[in-house]
């Protein structure tokens, strides 16, 4: 009874629930770094992203009263605002952190010996008193106060330009681009020419390299990296940009002639074999027949290599270093969680600028993705 026309299986149930909530489980975070990046760093310490469209009412840090004193009838008289850069409302205010909500906004309080303050929902204060307040230590003020919902571009201005204040990340973000774009190029054009080989042209031992091949799968990284720069220094490229696109092409090489070679043997034979009898070279028939054909497992293996380059962070600290000139965008992102753990607004920005280009690239290709891997699965 389980096989139903017209019925569901559990089985299918479950697979739709979870992924759904795998795809919930990525679109939520994102969403909620992208809400952060336009919020101030006070929208973002008082609430959650998904209050950002709420008003938010919290207890202010204490401050200190300042301005400038002048006489009112047999009163010195101090007057000023305590938020001249916000729009916050004050619901409630006091004089002791014991008792940071004593007076109403509007309200005016007695100090003792004559004194007085008096402070409205706008953040104005009027401090009056019988005597100078010169030389004297003015009261301190907290304040519960209501702010409307504020979105800034500041943050992306800031993080894209202020290299200066260590904020920035323009400079990482053209380092990462230069980096992770010569690295995806390189490697697929050497994996066609490879795959093509390996695919459609016979000669002595090409079993044994596509075996070779596929051990190299399973090769750790971190294995070959420490010998890799040994042998960059000694040929003479040692750090620098030919370094780190090398690294890139070696390590993506194996993956990207599996991918592509699968593709190619899945190729109608007999287009090949036509274009030979025609008179076609081996070169021809790869630039014009095998190449627009295999355009889906390039893509497909492009979307790997891009994504894995521009979150690289170990080979390109490896082949270029920690300097501010080359440094790439997940050293620079390491950086800023160190140095300036509490400025949220920095750190969802420069973060979510990271992860739009790669977003970008893979909504951009990624129906040519499950082409690409499925190549060569089945005949």
Do not use: C
């Not at 850069?85 to 008792?99: H, N």
């Not at 287009?271 to 630039?287: L, P, T």
């Not at 080979?315 to 501010?324: H, I, Y």
């Amino acid at each position: 009874m389980d096989n139903i026309a017209g019925q569901k299986s559990t089985l299918t149930w479950a697979v739709h629930i979870s992924v759904l909530v795998l795809v919930l489980a990525w679109v939520f975070p994102t969403l909620g770094l992208f809400v952060s990046s336009f919020r101030t760093s006070d929208q973002i310490s008082s609430s959650g992203w998904w209050a950002s469209l709420t008003t938010q009412e919290r207890q202010l840090p204490a401050i200190r009263l300042s301005g400038d004193e002048f006489r009112d009838a047999d009163l010195y008289v101090i007057e000023g605002n305590l938020f001249p850069e916000s729009e916050s409302t004050v619901t409630a205010w006091g004089t002791s952190s014991r008792a940071p909500e004593a007076f109403e906004a509007g309200h005016t309080a007695d100090l003792g010996d004559g004194e007085t303050l008096s402070l409205d929902e706008t953040g104005n204060f009027r401090l009056s008193g019988p005597e100078s307040w010169d030389g004297k230590r003015l009261p301190r003020v907290f304040t519960t106060a209501s702010s409307p919902p504020e979105f800034t571009l500041g943050n992306y201005v800031n993080v894209l330009t202020s290299d200066t204040a260590g904020a920035g990340i323009g400079r990482s973000f053209i380092n990462t681009l230069t980096v992770a774009i010569p690295a995806t190029v390189i490697p697929i054009l050497v994996a066609a020419f490879a795959a093509y080989a390996l695919a459609w042209m016979d000669f002595p031992g090409r079993s044994l390299l596509i075996a070779a091949v596929v051990g190299l799968l399973v090769v750790p990284l971190q294995l070959a990296l420490i010998p890799l720069l040994q042998l960059h220094n000694q040929i003479g490229i040692g750090k620098g940009y030919l370094g780190v696109w090398l690294a890139h092409t070696g390590f993506g090489l194996p993956l990207a002639i599996y991918l592509l070679r699968n593709y190619m043997v899945g190729l109608p034979r007999d287009i090949i074999e036509n274009a030979r009898v025609d008179g076609a070279s081996e070169f021809q028939i790869f630039v014009k027949i095998i190449l627009p054909l295999s355009f889906p497992a390039l893509a497909s293996f492009a979307i790997f290599q891009f994504l894995w380059t521009w979150n690289d962070l170990l080979v390109a600290l490896v082949f270029l270093g920690t300097d501010d000139e080359t440094l790439v965008l997940t050293g620079r992102l390491v950086n800023l969680m160190g140095s300036r753990g509490g400025q949220w607004e920095i750190l969802a920005t420069s973060a979510f600028v990271s992860i739009v280009v790669p977003l970008i690239v893979f909504f951009a290709m990624q129906k040519y993705l499950v082409r690409g891997l499925l190549a060569g699965s089945v005949k």
